[in-house]
């Protein structure tokens, strides 16, 4: 069926609301647990009546409106999150790098997307998800702006031979993630001999759970930066920019210059720090749209006078049990670095805690990183499997006195170990414990960054 105008297109996509797939099917599908893109190619074929296709144009070309069907997870506080990466379109490495934006295979097929939000419930059949919203998607112009720069890095990465090391955390917004993973989804790349894995053009999961909660539930955001900005600079710019105006300054006379207090022990210190620094003061950072879409998480750092970091830095509490039957390509470690981009809110101590106890911090810098694909292939990938080795074969536990308590020796990776990471407590104290697959209880033990790995990151600002 040909849909004459948008205005066509949305009074049928919205009929579908409140329907569930089984409702919806007139083909059987449904019945095909393993048909792939099944429930999207039900909505085509039995709602809006076309012939399933992999044309490179939109489905709706002669509108030019791409459809995809994807799915909300309802979490346990009660919000809304996208489920999923929405995977767009194949990128051709040998095509994409001829083309300007507005040329591209990504802008061709994505211009205008029509977004069917249905409800992933995990104790429900595929039949009885239901169609919660109907969404014409246009891209805001500040989103456009960040976009664009995504699609250029990407590209630029082809264009450098360095396909095989495109990392999704690379960018903002636009990703390009692997599709396949095995030798048979390797492609090969222009400017290099070395094959490179299969990727599409995607929003990142963290996009899409802004995008959910302003569509569906309409929350809004706050945003630091402006079309106009955009227009001259990448947010990583923009970030540095507003933060440059204060290094080498005191925490105490940053705080009276913009009406900030000075709190290291309040947790709401380094939310009021970095919104005062942005402009937008009184914002809390998972309601600042920029860092919710680009999934940026903020980490703190404190350096001693002498550029070694005080600590190191600490990440989620490890599930021994869930770690022991995991594979590496599902596993929270190779995911969260793969997809995740930090920025580093850089401190340092003037005097050493000797020669005064009471230090003032100054602000050093930020730094907006995220894990190289060849680190987390490497070094982050040998970890996970011999941590993996170590929990089945069995943790070594052994209680030792110390001073006036006892506590418990264990065999798990330090600090050192592989000059990246290592598994360390991360507990209200070592009564507080956490099974292994075996039946033993263990001190809670978090994922941690080694700090000379955070050292070296540091030096780079």
């Known amino acids: 069926m040909i849909y004459k105008s948008e205005e066509e297109l949305m009074y049928k996509a919205r009929q579908a609301e409140g329907q569930s797939f089984g409702e919806i099917d007139r083909t059987g599908r449904i019945v095909n647990e393993r048909a ?11 709602f809006f009546g076309y012939e399933i296709n992999s044309k490179s144009e939109a489905d709706f070309s002669n509108l030019g409106i791409e459809l995809k069907v994807t799915p909300v997870k309802r979490n346990k506080n009660g919000t809304l999150s996208a489920k999923e990466r929405l995977v767009l379109n194949i990128i051709n490495y040998n095509n ?18 029509l977004m069917m939000f249905y409800e992933w419930i995990p104790d429900l059949s595929r039949a009885e998800y239901k169609i919660l919203k109907s969404h014409l998607h246009r891209f805001p112009e500040e989103d456009l702006q960040i976009i664009k720069h995504d699609w250029k890095l990407i590209v630029d990465k082809i264009k450098a031979g360095l396909a095989h090391e495109i990392s999704e955390a690379d960018t903002n917004y636009l990703s390009a993630s692997t599709k396949g993973a095995n030798k048979s989804s390797l492609r090969t790349q222009p400017f ?13 999961q963290s996009y899409m759970t802004a995008l959910v909660r302003n569509v569906i539930r309409h929350e809004d955001l706050v945003r630091f930066s402006t079309t106009a900005d955009l227009q001259q600079k990448t947010l990583n710019q923009l970030l540095e920019d507003r933060f440059a105006p204060h290094i080498g300054k005191s925490l105490n006379d940053i705080a009276l210059e913009n009406s900030l207090s000075v709190n290291y022990k309040s947790k709401s210190f380094l939310q009021e720090f970095i919104s005062g620094l942005l402009g937008i003061k009184g914002t809390k950072l998972n309601k600042i749209e920029e860092f919710a879409k680009a999934n940026i998480e903020i980490k703190t750092v404190r350096l001693e006078p002498d550029g070694n970091p005080k600590e190191h830095m600490s990440f989620k509490n490890i599930n021994f049990i869930e770690w022991s039957s995991e594979k590496w ?8 670095f793969e997809e995740t981009k930090f920025l580093f809110i850089i401190f340092q101590y003037k005097e050493t805690e000797r020669q005064n106890p009471n230090r003032q911090l100054y602000f050093s810098g930020i730094k907006l990183w995220n894990m190289p694909l060849k680190e987390i292939k490497g070094r982050l990938k040998v970890f996970w499997t011999d941590l993996q080795s170590l929990i089945n074969n069995g943790i070594e536990l052994e209680p030792v006195q110390q001073k006036k308590r006892i506590i418990e020796r264990n065999n798990l990776p330090k600090p050192g170990n592989n000059g990246l990471c290592h598994i360390r407590p991360k507990g209200r104290n070592g009564s507080d414990k956490t099974p292994l697959p075996d039946g033993r209880m263990i001190a809670k033990q978090a994922f941690w960054l080694d700090k000379e790995t955070v050292r070296v990151l540091c030096k780079t600002i």
């Open 36 to 46: 792939k893109g099944q429930l999207g190619q039900i909505v085509e074929e039995s």
């Open 96 to 113: 994409e790098v001829s083309y300007s934006f507005s040329e591209s295979s990504f802008w061709r097929k994505n211009e205008l997307i």
């Open 192 to 204: 290099s001999n070395e094959m490179a894995m299969q990727r599409a053009f995607s929003f990142k």
């Open 329 to 336: 390509d599902d596993s929270w470690l190779k995911n969260h």
